[in-house]
């Protein structure tokens, strides 16, 4: 069940709660709950839309899974009411948002996407102490600042560069060490500037020189100017943070620049983990690294959710199965509360050791509000697909390094 959030009338719900007591409905019947109100909030407008309509798509197929599968049974069967929200990929409409889902009387929250939209949408939420289970958002201070009502099931920033630079170095010391400099381009809000300053630090560490850290807005659409710097000074690997739409102009830019780095070694790139960056722009997309999220390719429930995916004409994303499994996670949560108070939910979750996942993760163990049981994986572009090159439990394909010329 979803619907447009402007629906909700707190007039009619009292009206209706008003009714059935008219009726003289047995009070045990009068206590059962018939739905549990749950925010779905992403950017499905604006410059990160296409990745916050891949969200919402993955939120709604579990919703549809949950009520499909008799509802939350400890609510006597309670549906999922999903309350569809637009922050429009702006701070100020998605913290307008929370408050009227607050007015509406939401249980709990899924989605924001973005850092810079979940930074402030989990602060507006914890003023209302509504329970916020964050899709995305790898900003680090998401889960930092002490908020009890925010939980984030997948990893941050952090734990993407404290995997990814080591990997770099095991994969770069297989080869002989042929790389030996990098260029970091970022997108400049919160994500990309937090992950390019821990890549930037950590770098030297392995044996690799940053030779410039370039930042740009979102959206860029001309990349032919930091495609010539990244030319005249030839860095060995090229490692982009962005979102979408900026990822994959910056790698086509560079594929018709004739810019052909050893490695181009995305930290939660935007496009290297995107299928529809694969198939639309095959040449491009070749041999990209990535570390970033993904499903473990090893568990059926996950091919079985890219089929669906597929099936609905939409490409098999990040956003997709990361919102499904944090709808998954609240869910449990609601079973386990028995109830749609927040206060409960918000200890439910806290309490949490859902395993009916299919990431590539430890168990699960929140702290501070984050999951610290999830793992980032490396990806690369091989024959058209995209493939889990480490940590090897989950692999099934070996890296090429360097790219071939």
């Not at 920033?157 to 970091?184: E, M, R, S």
């Not at 979102?218 to 690997?237: E, G, M, Q």
Request: some cysteine; glycine content about 8%; charged content about 20%.
């Amino acid at each position: 069940m979803s619907r447009d959030r402007r629906s909700v009338s707190r007039r009619g719900v009292l009206a209706g709660a008003a009714a059935v007591a008219a009726l003289g409905a047995p009070a045990v019947l009068r206590a059962q709950t018939q739905s549990v109100k749950v925010g779905i909030i992403h950017p499905v407008t604006g410059g990160v839309s296409y990745s916050g309509t891949q969200g919402r798509a993955g939120a709604l197929m579990a919703v549809e899974d949950v009520n499909g599968k008799g509802g939350i049974k400890s609510l006597g069967g309670a549906k999922i009411d999903a309350l569809l929200s637009d922050a429009q990929s702006k701070v100020d409409v998605a913290v307008s948002e929370i408050e009227k889902y607050h007015e509406a009387g939401v249980s709990a929250i899924v989605g924001g996407y973005a850092s810079f939209i979940c930074l402030a949408t989990t602060q507006a939420a914890a003023k209302h102490d509504i329970p916020y289970v964050v899709d995305v958002g790898t900003d680090d201070r998401i889960v930092s600042g002490g908020l009890t009502n925010t939980f984030r099931f997948s990893p941050g920033y952090g734990v993407f560069v404290k995997t990814a630079v080591p990997a770099l170095k095991d994969i770069n010391a297989a080869a002989g060490n042929p790389a030996k400099t990098a260029i970091i381009v970022h997108e400049d809000s919160a994500f990309g500037t937090g992950t390019a300053g821990l890549l930037a630090k950590e770098l030297p560490g392995i044996g690799i020189e940053v030779l410039e850290v370039i930042k740009h807005p979102t959206p860029t659409l001309d990349f032919n100017n930091i495609v010539l710097t990244i030319k005249a000074k030839n860095p060995d690997i090229v490692i982009p943070a962005n979102y979408y739409n900026e990822y994959v102009i910056l790698a086509r830019t560079m594929l018709q620049q004739k810019v052909r780095p050893k490695a181009i070694y995305s930290v939660l790139g935007g496009g290297a983990s995107q299928y529809r960056f694969v198939k639309e722009f095959p040449e491009a997309a070749k041999y990209i690294m990535d570390c970033n999220h993904w499903y473990n390719p090893k568990v059926p429930a996950a091919l079985e959710l890219k089929k669906r995916t597929e099936a609905k004409d939409l490409f098999y994303t990040y956003e997709v199965f990361l919102n499904y499994t944090a709808v998954m996670l609240l869910a449990d949560a609601l079973e386990r509360a028995a109830s749609t108070d927040r206060a409960k939910i918000t200890a439910a979750l806290a309490s949490s050791t859902w395993s009916g996942h299919f990431m590539p993760y430890g168990p699960t163990k929140f702290e501070n509000g984050q999951n610290t049981g999830a793992r980032a994986v490396n990806l690369q572009v091989q024959d058209n697909d995209i493939k889990v090159i480490l940590p090897a439990e989950f692999a099934n394909a070996k890296p090429v390094f360097p790219m071939p010329a």
